[in-house]
T-cell receptor, first 113, second 114 residues
Framework: NAGVTQTPKFRILKIGQSMTLQCAQDMNHNYMYWYRQDPGMGLKLIYYSVGAGITDKGEVPNGYNVSRSTTEDFPLRLELAAPSQTSVYFC????????????FGPGTRLTVT | AQKITQTQPGMFVQEKEAVTLDCTYDTSDPSYGLFWYKQPSSGEMIFLIYQGSYDQQNATEGRYSLNFQKARKSANLVISASQLGDSAMYFCAMRPPAGYALNFGKGTSLLVTP
């Protein structure tokens, strides 16, 4: 099992550019999440999904979009990148949501200049 | 909205000693879950321990235990017999009832010295 994988590991974007952060899991988890972690802070939820075709906004969704066409994949789209989106992005998945831990990917470090 | 507070930005502990990392939370809901994650310098998030709000016993996982005091709304992580590899950021997080994602605190940086 690869667990949760994310690509790319690092990326530098110019202001106004767009990109997609890829996330995949091979644990057949229904629940998937995108978080961002700003320096010296905890993680904040951007979007989450409870199954293929179902997504919902988290705490900080502005400037992002997601889709969930398969159980395995949960890409995060950044449109018109802004310096405020400079952060480390984590994708996570879980089997359930109550007592179940979330498994995290290794993160993508994004810099917008 | 649920809030997680970790008041210790940084902690030091000597190898082989025990250390307690503080976490308080604010919620009016009776049902919730509390988690602790470790983030080493390499950046990945590693699950350590879980405590449900209705669990009667404090959770334990190896050298990790959670000191859960529901009335005080605290969920402190206790690491026994600290090792050099325990040096990392530690995050407390809460899952609200009927909620799917976790609310994280700002974290505590732990440094274990020889």
């Amino acid at each position: 099992n690869a667990g949760v994988t994310q690509t790319p590991k690092f990326r530098i974007l110019k202001i106004g550019q767009s990109m997609t952060l890829q996330c995949a899991q091979d644990m057949n988890h229904n629940y998937m999440y995108w978080y961002r972690q700003d320096p010296g802070m905890g993680l904040k939820l951007i979007y989450y999904s409870v199954g293929a075709g179902i997504t919902d906004k988290g705490e900080v969704p502005n400037g992002y979009n997601v889709s969930r066409s398969t159980t395995e994949d949960f890409p995060l789209r950044l449109e018109l990148a802004a310096p405020s989106q400079t952060s480390v992005y984590f994708c996570a998945s879980s089997y359930g949501f109550e007592a179940y831990e979330q498994y995290f990917g290794p993160g993508t470090r994004l810099t917008v200049t | 909205a649920q809030k997680i507070t970790q008041t210790q930005p940084g902690m030091f502990v000597q190898e082989k000693e025990a250390v307690t990392l503080d976490c308080t939370y604010d919620t009016s809901d009776p049902s919730y879950g509390l988690f602790w994650y470790k983030q080493p310098s390499s950046g990945e998030m590693i699950f350590l321990i879980y405590q449900g709000s209705y669990d009667q016993q404090n959770a334990t996982e190896g050298r990790y235990s959670l000191n859960f005091q529901k009335a005080r709304k605290s969920a402190n992580l206790v690491i026994s017999a600290s090792q050099l590899g325990d040096s990392a950021m530690y995050f407390c997080a809460m899952r609200p009832p009927a909620g799917y994602a976790l609310n994280f605190g700002k974290g505590t940086s732990l440094l274990v010295t020889p």
